[in-house]
C-alpha cells in the first residue's frame, strides 16, 4: 500500500524558488507531482520514474526540477523562477507502471506566487 506525504509549499515572489517534497513508502513506477489552480483542472507538472526517466509540462521546462533520493524515498520538485501563473495546490501520487494511480489524492500543499 502507497503512502505519500506532502510538504514545502507556500508564499514566495515572482522569481523566487521553492522546494517540494514527497515522501513515499510502498511500491510504485512513478512518482508525479501535479497542480490545481481554481477554476482549472488538474495537471502533471512533473514526474520521475524509479530508473529516473523525467517529464515535464512545456510551461515548466527549464524552471523546475524532479529529482528522486532514493535513500529517503522521497522526491522533489524545485521550483525556480516561480510565476503568478505557478500558484495552485500541488499534489503528488505515484503511479503504477501501466499508469494506475496507487492512492487517492491527498490534500496537497498550496503554493503562491505573488507579483
Known amino acids: 500500500q502507497v503512502q505519500l506525504a506532502e510538504s514545502g509549499g507556500g508564499l514566495v515572489q515572482a522569481g523566487g524558488s521553492l522546494r517540494l517534497s514527497c515522501a513515499a513508502s510502498?511500491?510504485?513506477?512513478?512518482i508525479g507531482w501535479y497542480r490545481q489552480a481554481p477554476g482549472k483542472q488538474r495537471e502533471l507538472v512533473a514526474a520521475?520514474?524509479?530508473?529516473?526517466?523525467?517529464n515535464y509540462a512545456d510551461s515548466v521546462k527549464g524552471r523546475f526540477a524532479i529529482s528522486r533520493d532514493g535513500a529517503k524515498n522521497t522526491v522533489y520538485l524545485q521550483m525556480n523562477s516561480l510565476k503568478p501563473e505557478d500558484t495552485a495546490v500541488y499534489y503528488c501520487?505515484?503511479?503504477?507502471?501501466?499508469?494506475?494511480?496507487?492512492?487517492?489524492w491527498g490534500q496537497g500543499t498550496q503554493v503562491t506566487v505573488s507579483s
Open positions: 501520487n505515484a503511479f503504477s507502471r501501466d499508469g494506475r494511480v496507487l492512492r487517492s
Open positions: 510502498g511500491s510504485f513506477f512513478t
Open positions: 520521475i520514474t524509479t530508473g529516473g526517466t523525467t
